[in-house]
């Protein structure tokens, strides 16, 4: 089975595809936070043990979702040396579901007051809310899971990092 994990965007996605790369155990939730989800997730997942492959967006995205989603999954892989790691991104999946509105530039959510864009394969962080701003179709990726995993890269998972706009903050002194 796949485990497909998103903890970058404003929904929290996790589902568990069977051989047939058809959904089998879902969860979908608008939220900020991603650390319950992800917990809870993991906590009712059923037949976790006959996960073999899992695919995660890095982001970018929300700074913590990144964080964690990347966190559980180098965490299971370590346990689990079977379980092999796929990685993409936030560009790649709506690149995909958008060929014809992707030209130029396209906005992507960052927080409540920011979006990211993404111009000549450059990423920048927009200071101002876009209401151009681009979603994942959830639905769509998964329901085409198979003809998608081509955006899809096998990692390393020693080296996985989020992707990041801009260097976190964290302990900075002020």
Known sequence: MKLFL????????????????????????DTKY???????FFNN?????????????????????????LLYVRTIAQLNSEIEVFTT????????????????KFFIFATKN???YLT?????LYHKKSKKEL???YDLLLKNFSKNEKIFSKSNIVSL???????PHIGEQK
């Open 6 to 29: 998103d903890t970058t965007q404003r929904i929290f996605v996790a589902t568990i595809l069977n051989e047939n790369d058809q959904p089998i155990f879902s969860k979908f939730v």
């Open 89 to 104: 991104n936030t560009f790649n999946i709506l690149k995909i579901q958008n060929p014809k509105k992707i030209i130029k």
């Open 161 to 167: 990092m989020p992707i990041y706009i801009s260097q």
């Open 114 to 116: 920011k979006s990211y």
């Open 120 to 124: 000549k394969n450059k990423m920048i």
């Open 45 to 69: 997942v059923p037949n976790f043990d006959s996960i073999k492959q899992i695919y995660i967006n890095l982001g970018p995205g929300s700074f913590t979702g990144s964080r964690i989603g």
């Open 135 to 137: 979603e994942i179709n």
């Open 34 to 40: 991603k650390v319950e989800e992800i917990i809870d």
